[in-house]
């Protein structure tokens, strides 16, 4: 690879510019605005930075970032101007469905939507333009139903002369109004999906074009279609169920926006600008998309935090709600984790920042709420499997319709063929079925984003009402998580400080709380800590390394036993501070016993109270962990909690799950760590702390943002309304089909002596479809404990 001049050896950029005159930086695509002080010349071509941290990225990987190299990522080269990256669009009731720009859904016909919505997205589009249509046929409608209704009573005009003039006010409604649903409809055949537009276009052309054939060609028909001094039409018939149906997609789309609002409230949140501190101590406001890892951010009294990071300096209370749900601010100082888009109340920070762009929690969140509103539901699987067959099912009752009244119905038996045959078409149009169970899954997931908690996927909602057994871990989940210091012990043949100095020195690779006290401690104490020549750690139940050139391991009973360590010098001690509720981790080195570490976990404030109302509810609760079954079994008593395991490995956890589950009962596992992912994964619902790890929380279906139990109390409470609303729509789709279609086919004319007009199965079609939107708008009212 060629070698890499530094930046002090460029002169002017030679590389094409965008049409604003501003370069782009390799590494993260920001707009540069020539001459940057950061500057790389590699290959012959001259590449300019937003910062030296990307300069020294490109320096690190030329060929990734100038696009010499394949790569997964984009990048954007200095030398062509950026291309607008078009937003993908995906279908509500068919989350498969994805194409990069809008459209309507090739299965159902529905209006694509943002996958990711954003700020200022325009979703109006096919609003206004479906209202422009309504509003401007409206009044031909109005005229052509009055004329059908009255007009040959009333005798205005001659009876061929009316035709001609419904003819000419229906034709621009059916033809111009109505040509998106033609479209549809079409596609839905090509496609060979068969759906709503496929019962409504055929219904509206057959009744269109039957009476533009009377019109044009009257002679053609027989005598018995004669109805005063003219062939019978039904313009009107056309003209109002392209009326309605606008007037129920307008309804539809309007109720659909506000499904997007609590994305858009979410992004909403996040600030434009931060307050950059630079190495030489000046003070800048920048835009938030230049921020990066490690820089210097002061947070201001009643300013948001700009991105997650961790305070340096200053003491605070940051109000969190936002984002946890909990109304009460949290102090923090020096040390302590700030989470992007929170509201800093009173005090001056100065915080360093740790995640920024897509890793912030804020955008994990958004994207999660996505993923979960384009998720499908077990329900929602079964109402697409049957609507396929249903829209097939009505062609079959309607052409049976029309054939039944056309040979064996009064005259004009075709007529009334006919139009039952379109309104069997048009009131059994499966859209109120479709919308059933999406609209209730969106609007719930962004009600549960806004309690803090956070479902990955629409199965978990449905699947955590049912939830009979919850297997908890100990740290972190029942405990803060956040454990302190208590003890060392040392055997004879070593000393305390050698135990700690080991210990802390090999747990520097860890993630787990317990380490993090060791190494914390340690630290505190001044004691020198060396970097592990190797480390490895996986296995739930410690850690082991070479430090020092000392074959070390770290962990429970269970890793002393498989490495053949007795513990039984330290035995009795161990189980005296476990009885106290604190945790034991073992030090061996080279194959024997070194000592013991004691660290204790306090109960969080509301663990207790969670595990006493999941109980009240019928959910049996177990706790897995893997501390010692002494400690947990202390903590258990405390909790209420009877059926305990201890010193459990990642595998243990799993085989506990597949057990439970073998035994016929709905398990969920609420977890933090590593070690909980395969039993998350393997759980009906996995609940994942969000204070906990990313692997945790990558393999839940479900994450509680302030990681306290209470938030599985509220997203139960929630699956529990949002199961019943979609019952309710589904119950109701299938109630008003099974009632409609015989009365449209005209089976109660011998009872009754009427005939339900196409117009009224129009209204009703819409109607039932706005009720289901409406219905599972009320879930963002349900209230939630």
């Given at each position: 690879m060629p070698t890499t001049p530094s930046h002090h050896d460029h002169g002017p950029a030679h590389a094409a510019s965008p049409p604003d005159g501003d370069l782009r930086d390799p590494v993260c695509g920001m707009a540069v605005t020539p001459p940057s002080k950061f500057g790389e010349s590699y290959q012959g071509q001259m590449y300019q930075f937003c910062s030296q941290k990307c300069q020294e990225k490109f320096r690190a990987d030329p060929d990734?970032?100038?696009?010499?190299?394949?790569?997964?990522?984009?990048?954007?080269?200095?030398?062509?101007?950026?291309?607008?990256?078009?937003?993908?669009?995906?279908?509500?009731?068919?989350?498969?469905?994805?194409?990069?720009?809008?459209?309507?859904?090739?299965?159902?016909?529905?209006?694509?939507?943002?996958?990711?919505?954003?700020?200022?997205?325009?979703?109006?589009?096919?609003?206004?333009?479906?209202?422009r249509r309504f509003w401007w046929s409206l009044p031909l409608t109005v005229i052509v139903t009055l004329l059908?209704?009255?007009?040959?009573?009333?005798?205005?005009?001659?009876?061929?002369?009316?035709?001609?003039?419904?003819?000419?006010?229906?034709?621009?409604?059916t033809l111009w109004a109505g040509w998106p649903f033609f479209v549809r409809a079409i596609a839905s055949v090509r496609n060979r999906s068969p759906n709503m537009w496929t019962l409504i276009g055929l219904g509206t052309a057959a009744a269109y074009l039957y009476s533009v054939a009377a019109t044009l060609f009257p002679q053609s028909f027989p005598t018995t279609f004669m109805q005063d001094g003219r062939i019978g039409v039904y313009f009107e018939a056309a003209a109002v169920i392209i009326s309605l149906t606008l007037l129920g997609q307008i309804l539809e789309l309007k109720a659909r926006s506000q499904t997007s609002a609590a994305i858009k409230s979410l992004l909403g949140l996040s600030p434009k600008t931060a307050r950059k501190i630079n190495a030489d101590g000046q003070e800048e406001d920048i835009?938030?998309?230049?921020?990066?890892?490690?820089?210097?951010?002061?947070?201001?009294?009643?300013?948001?935090?700009?991105?997650?990071?961790?305070?340096?300096?200053?003491?605070?209370?940051?109000?969190?709600?936002?984002?946890?749900?909990?109304?009460?601010?949290?102090?923090?100082?020096?040390?302590?984790?700030?989470?992007?888009?929170?509201?800093?109340?009173?005090?001056?920070?100065?915080?360093?920042?740790?995640?920024?762009?897509?890793?912030?929690?804020?955008?994990?969140?958004?994207?999660?709420v996505a993923l979960a509103q384009r998720s499908k539901a077990p329900m929602q699987r079964m109402a697409d499997s049957i609507a396929g067959y249903f829209v097939m099912g009505v062609i079959a009752i309607a052409l049976l319709t029309l054939l039944g009244w056309g040979l064996f119905g009064p005259e004009p038996s075709w007529v009334f063929g006919l139009i039952n045959a379109v309104a069997v078409l048009i009131i059994a149009c499966p859209c109120a079925l479709g919308l059933a169970t999406p609209m209730s899954i969106m609007v719930s997931t962004g009600k549960a984003a806004s309690m803090g908690v956070l479902f990955r996927d629409a199965r978990a909602i449905e699947n955590l009402c049912k939830i009979d057994t919850l297997i908890v871990d100990k740290t972190g989940t029942?405990?803060?998580?956040?454990?302190?210091?208590?003890s060392v012990e040392a055997t004879p043949d070593f000393n305390p400080h050698d135990v700690l100095q080991l210990a802390a020195s090999l747990d520097q690779g860890s993630e787990h709380p317990l380490a993090h006290a060791i190494v914390d401690h340690a630290r505190t104490e001044n004691v020198a800590l060396t970097k592990p020549e190797s480390f490895e750690s996986g296995s739930g139940i410690g850690?082991?390394?070479?430090?020092?050139?000392?074959?070390?391991?770290?962990?429970?009973?269970?890793?002393?036993?498989?490495?053949?360590?007795?513990?039984?010098?330290?035995?009795d001690r161990a189980e005296l501070l476990r009885l106290e509720g604190i945790s034991i981790i073992y030090l061996a080195v080279d194959g024997v016993l070194a000592g013991l570490l004691a660290v204790s976990d306090p109960i969080k404030p509301t663990s207790k109270e969670a595990v006493t109302k999941l109980k009240a509810d019928n959910v049996k609760i177990i706790m897995a962990t893997g501390d010692g079954l002494t400690t947990a079994r202390a903590v258990a008593r405390e909790m209420g909690i009877?059926?305990?395991?201890?010193?459990?490995?990642?595998?243990?956890?799993?085989?506990?799950?597949?057990?439970?589950?073998?035994?016929?009962?709905?398990?969920?596992?609420?977890g933090d760590g590593i070690n909980d992912a395969p039993a998350l994964a393997r759980?009906?619902?996995?609940?994942?702390?969000?204070?906990?790890?990313?692997?945790?929380?990558?393999?839940?279906?479900?994450?509680?943002?302030?990681?306290?139990?209470?938030?599985?109390l509220r997203a139960r409470a929630l699956s529990v309304a949002t199961v019943k609303n979609m019952r309710q729509n589904l119950g109701f789709a299938f109630l008003y089909n099974s009632m409609g279609i015989p009365l449209a086919a005209g089976l109660l004319y011998p009872l009754t002596g009427h005939l339900l007009s196409p117009m009224i199965a129009a209204l009703a079609m819409s109607v039932s479809s706005a009720s289901v939107v409406f219905n599972a708008l009320r879930l963002r009212n349900t209230r939630i404990d």
């Open positions: 990734h970032y100038s696009g010499n190299h394949p790569s997964t990522e984009p990048s954007i080269s200095a030398t062509e101007p950026v291309l607008q990256v078009a937003t993908e669009f995906t279908c509500p009731m068919h989350p498969e469905i994805r194409q990069p720009g809008p459209g309507n859904c090739p299965k159902c016909g529905m209006t694509l939507e943002p996958v990711m919505p954003a700020l200022d997205d325009d979703d109006k589009t096919e609003l206004r333009d479906f209202a059908a209704m009255a007009g040959h009573s009333l005798q205005f005009f001659h009876g061929s002369v009316q035709n001609w003039i419904e003819f000419a006010l229906a034709t621009p409604v835009p938030l998309t230049h921020v990066h890892l490690g820089d210097h951010l002061r947070v201001r009294p009643g300013e948001k935090v700009p991105v997650d990071g961790s305070v340096l300096e200053g003491e605070s209370a940051v109000d969190e709600s936002m984002l946890t749900g909990e109304p009460v601010p949290v102090m923090k100082r020096a040390g302590d984790s700030l989470i992007g888009a929170t509201l800093n109340t009173h005090g001056s920070l100065v915080m360093e920042a740790q995640k920024v762009g897509a890793d912030t929690m804020l955008s994990q969140i958004v994207q999660m029942l405990t803060e998580g956040r454990p302190v210091f208590h850690v082991s390394g070479l430090v020092d050139g000392k074959k070390v391991q770290l962990g429970n009973t269970a890793l002393m036993e498989a490495a053949g360590v007795s513990t039984k010098v330290l035995q009877e059926e305990v395991h201890g010193e459990v490995k990642p595998q243990d956890k799993e085989r506990l799950v597949a057990d439970l589950q073998q035994s016929g009962r709905k398990v969920a596992m609420a759980a009906d619902v996995g609940i994942a702390m969000g204070t906990g790890t990313d692997v945790a929380m990558n393999s839940a279906q479900l994450t509680l943002v302030k990681g306290d139990l209470m938030g599985i």
